[in-house]
């Protein structure tokens, strides 16, 4: 097991990753003929695109068609696919905007690749924003108070809890002030305050930790088996989720390479190498042979989730 120090070191620098965003208003909504400026920002890769709805609001209120429209009425697309409120940014920076996580420096097997200067033809990542013709079949309207975001992600945390210690008490036993302080210290993007929270949850008293929450994104090309049925609607994915136990029945720990060789043996038929295709947390190429239970500790999601994205290799 990693020492702890190494885990807060991995976590901090992830906590202070970001990306450039280039946002601009949609066409449709805009009465500026030659369109308005657009609105630039440093956004958290751990953040969410719903908290900076207001402020993009104020922005383009003088150049929107109807300027009265709700700031929660807003959402936004990459290259016409609607993207996912409730995705953090750099999840869906990873699966949507085709940069590769590889550059120059970049080694195989198990050195791990980050992306920061990666993809520089990608950067800033360019979004439009709209504020009618909401796509009711993509996405689930938010409310005005921003009830729904924190919802969605409170019940993705009490569901990393469960599969974590096979019980929510963990979550459900928080008062609700710590209840409050993580969701503030995941608006606010204040570390020190999550992990004051977080920590009740990965630590829990009394639990051993049963399974590694893992959600694993295939882009629509991606073949789960081999009888070449694809989709291939833009932007759709394929979500793969399993219980993935922190140890093998030998007692050896549990690593990103059995993990996904035993959910996805065609995408990745070698425990140790990548073949076909590469496994990306955080802008990174994440080593096979990482054990999943450091992983976690270290490089989860704030809602609890270790969300890998694929990419196909060639």
Not at 71 to 95: I, M, R, T
Request: proline share 7%; glycine share 6%.
């Amino acid at each position: 097991m990693a020492k702890q120090e190494d885990l807060n070191q991995v976590q901090k620098t992830i906590w202070d990753g970001s990306l450039p965003l280039e946002i601009r208003i949609s066409p449709s909504d805009c009465r500026v003929y030659d369109m308005s400026d657009p609105y630039l920002i440093q956004c958290p890769r751990l953040s969410y695109l719903p908290f900076l709805l207001s402020r993009l609001h104020a922005f383009f209120t003088p150049t929107l068609i109807t300027p009265g429209v709700p700031a929660h009425e807003g959402w936004f697309s990459f290259e016409g696919v609607p993207l996912k409120w409730h995705y953090p940014v750099g999840l869906l920076y990873d699966l949507f905007s085709g940069a590769s996580p590889e550059s120059s420096n970049s080694q195989r097997g198990d050195k791990v690749t980050r992306d920061n200067d990666v993809g520089e033809d990608k950067l800033p990542w360019k979004l439009a924003l709209h504020f009618s013709e909401w796509p009711e079949e993509q996405l689930v309207k938010l409310d005005g108070e921003g009830k729904f975001l924190h919802d969605a992600f409170i019940n993705s945390v009490k569901e990393a809890d469960f599969i974590r210690n096979g019980t929510a008490k963990g979550i459900m036993s928080l008062s609700k002030d710590d209840s409050t302080q993580l969701w503030k210290a995941v608006e606010d993007h204040n570390l020190p305050t999550f992990n004051n929270v977080n920590q009740k949850l990965l630590y829990a008293q009394g639990a051993s930790l049963r399974n590694v929450p893992i959600k694993i994104y295939l882009p629509s090309s991606a073949p789960m088996s081999g009888n070449g049925d694809n989709e291939t609607t833009p932007g759709s994915l394929r979500v793969v989720q399993s219980l993935i136990a922190p140890f093998l029945k030998s007692r050896e720990s549990q690593t990103v390479g059995n993990a996904l060789h035993d959910l996805l043996p065609s995408l990745f038929p070698s425990r140790r190498t990548a073949v076909l295709a590469r496994a990306i947390l955080h802008g990174a190429v994440l080593p096979l042979s990482a054990p999943v239970e450091e992983v976690m500790r270290g490089a989860a999601y704030a809602d609890g989730w270790i969300h890998l994205s694929v990419v196909m290799m060639g």
